[in-house]
């Protein structure tokens, strides 16, 4: 399969991260292989998995992309499967995330992330809130719970840094509830320590606004997820990145 531009980097990413996108791929909450995919029988997979992750990135790379594929379209086309850019669009799409035709697919994922942050966010209670609040540097005394959403809504479309804790943060409780284990991803866990949310009660309900109604097809309980982990990777490895002068 062509190699596609935008998931070049992911060689260069963490052995963690690559083995949680894998194991994505290739298994369901049971821990049970996926009867549809075709990664773990490959020479790459079997030579590389778990601790030379990099080595196989760009069987990664097309195994995501056959899952992001109309199968018609692929077949058609003799096996090329859809760009990742066009499989981020379709997902953002189906989470009801607003971008625009010209958008990269940097921008697009940041978006998505952002979306999911933010819906995090809202449904966290009056005392994480709080605490989440001391950690932006945010006066919150006199702020009741809307006002408390809105104003951290408003520091993390601006404060990096929390933006990207607080996707560690989504990240790490999706491949939880996934693949039944926490992961860590670049030494960041900030949030999850500081608010205590490991062991809290939001589970599921976080994210239930889209497990529930838009991963609906077996395709979706995937692509979600896996597209979600990629578009943190990249993140992660560039947000925090100095500013070449």
Same mark, same amino acid.
């Given at each position: 399969?062509?190699?596609?531009?935008?998931?070049?980097?992911?060689? @260069?990413?963490? %052995?963690?991260?690559?083995?949680?996108?894998?194991?994505?791929?290739?298994?369901?909450?049971?821990?049970?292989?996926?009867? @549809?995919?075709?990664?773990?029988?490959?020479?790459?997979?079997? %030579?590389?998995?778990?601790?030379?992750?990099?080595?196989?990135?760009?069987?990664?790379?097309?195994?995501?992309?056959?899952?992001?594929? %109309?199968?018609?379209?692929?077949?058609?086309?003799?096996?090329?499967?859809?760009?990742?850019?066009?499989?981020?669009?379709?997902?953002?799409?189906?989470?009801?995330?607003?971008?625009?035709?010209?958008? @990269?697919?940097?921008?697009?994922?940041?978006?998505?992330?952002?979306?999911?942050?933010?819906?995090?966010?809202?449904?966290?209670?009056?005392?994480?809130?709080?605490?989440?609040?001391?950690?932006?540097?945010?006066?919150?005394? @006199?702020?009741?719970?809307?006002?408390? &959403?809105?104003?951290?809504?408003?520091?993390?479309?601006? %404060?990096?840094?929390?933006?990207?804790?607080?996707?560690?943060? &989504?990240?790490?409780?999706?491949?939880?509830?996934?693949?039944?284990?926490?992961?860590?991803?670049?030494?960041?866990?900030? &949030?999850?320590?500081?608010?205590?949310?490991?062991?809290?009660?939001?589970?599921?309900?976080?994210?239930?606004?889209?497990?529930?109604?838009?991963?609906?097809?077996?395709?979706?309980?995937?692509?979600?997820?896996? &597209?979600?982990?990629?578009?943190?990777?990249?993140?992660?490895?560039?947000?925090?990145?100095?500013?070449?002068?």
């Amino acid at each position: 399969m062509k190699q596609d531009k935008d998931l070049v980097f992911l060689a @260069s990413c963490q %052995n963690e991260d690559l083995r949680t996108l894998c194991d994505i791929l290739t298994y369901n909450n049971k821990g049970e292989i996926r009867l @549809s995919e075709q990664l773990t029988d490959t020479d790459a997979y079997l %030579n590389c998995y778990p601790d030379r992750m990099n080595l196989m990135a760009a069987e990664i790379a097309d195994e995501l992309r056959k899952y992001g594929s %109309n199968t018609v379209k692929t077949f058609c086309r003799k096996g090329e499967a859809d760009s990742y850019e066009t499989i981020v669009r379709r997902v953002c799409k189906r989470m009801g995330v607003i971008v625009n035709d010209y958008d @990269s697919t940097p921008t697009m994922e940041r978006e998505l992330l952002t979306t999911i942050c933010e819906q995090t966010t809202s449904k966290l209670s009056d005392e994480e809130l709080r605490k989440l609040a001391d950690k932006a540097g945010i006066p919150h005394k @006199s702020l009741n719970h809307q006002m408390l &959403v809105t104003a951290i809504l408003f520091a993390i479309r601006r %404060n990096t840094y929390l933006l990207t804790e607080m996707i560690y943060y &989504v990240t790490s409780r999706i491949a939880s509830m996934l693949l039944g284990r926490w992961i860590g991803m670049m030494g960041m866990s900030a &949030v999850s320590r500081y608010l205590g949310m490991a062991a809290g009660p939001i589970g599921w309900t976080l994210l239930a606004g889209w497990t529930i109604s838009d991963i609906a097809s077996p395709a979706y309980r995937v692509m979600i997820p896996a &597209v979600i982990m990629v578009a943190s990777m990249r993140f992660r490895q560039t947000a925090l990145l100095p500013q070449k002068i």
